[in-house]
T-cell receptor
Framework: NAGVTQTPKFQVLKTGQSMTLQCAQDMNHNSMYWYRQDPGMGLRLIYYSASEGTTDKGEVPNGYNVSRLNKREFSLRLESAAPSQTSVYFC??????????FGPGTRLTVT | KQEVTQIPAALSVPEGENLVLNCSFTDSAIYNLQWFRQDPGKGLTSLLLIQSSQREQTSGRLNASLDKSSGRSTLYIAASQPGDSATYLCAVKPSGSARQLTFGSGTQLTVLP
């Protein structure tokens, strides 16, 4: 039982490049989330998926797209990376009334 | 819009002390409140979850309380140890259909040997 896994762990991009962050969970949770964490600002929600086939914007969705590929997998795509997207990205999963479980994070630097 | 505040941003205590971390939130219409621990360069580990109908939850040396009407939660750590050094984050889940959490910016705790 691996919980929530994320790939890659580290990534350096140049401005304008694209990439996809992958997330998978093996806890049979309906809901999955993408957050970003910046110094002094806590975690902010980018997108979430309440169930397979649905996605909704969070607090800071601009510059990102998501895909809920199936119940296990939820990916985050940066189409044209910008330095402002340098951050640590966390994926999480959970059930509505219960805890959220977080992955180890992806540290992204955009130069 | 819900806002979650954690004060102080950093705290340093000698080993063995009991300590309290504070979390306040502006909208009392919450479903639950969760405390997390984050070690440097790592992800978040859930410590305690308090449902809105509960007043407190305990796990080992940790005790979390919730006063929904005043918009406050505290995390009490008894007999602190150097291994407790980490950043502690609180997060609230709103009532209703929304599922996303709103996080505070955390308190960085250092326990000195």
């Amino acid at each position: 039982n691996a919980g929530v896994t994320q790939t890659p762990k580290f990534q350096v991009l140049k401005t304008g490049q694209s990439m996809t962050l992958q997330c998978a969970q093996d806890m049979n949770h309906n809901s999955m989330y993408w957050y970003r964490q910046d110094p002094g600002m806590g975690l902010r929600l980018i997108y979430y998926s309440a169930s397979e086939g649905t996605t909704d914007k969070g607090e800071v969705p601009n510059g990102y797209n998501v895909s809920r590929l199936n119940k296990r997998e939820f990916s985050l795509r940066l189409e044209s990376a910008a330095p402002s997207q340098t951050s640590v990205y966390f994926c999480a999963s959970g059930r509505k009334t219960y805890e959220q479980y977080f992955g180890p994070g992806t540290r992204l630097t955009v130069t | 819009k819900q806002e979650v505040t954690q004060i102080p941003a950093a705290l340093s205590v000698p080993e063995g002390e009991n300590l309290v971390l504070n979390c306040s939130f502006t909208d009392s219409a919450i479903y639950n409140l969760q405390w997390f621990r984050q070690d440097p360069g790592k992800g978040l580990t859930s410590l305690l979850l308090i449902q809105s109908s509960q007043r407190e939850q305990t796990s080992g040396r940790l005790n979390a309380s919730l006063d929904k009407s005043s918009g406050r939660s505290t995390l009490y750590i008894a007999a602190s140890q150097p291994g407790d050094s980490a950043t502690y984050l609180c997060a609230v889940k709103p009532s209703g259909s929304a599922r996303q959490l709103t996080f505070g910016s955390g308190t960085q705790l250092t326990v000195l040997p």
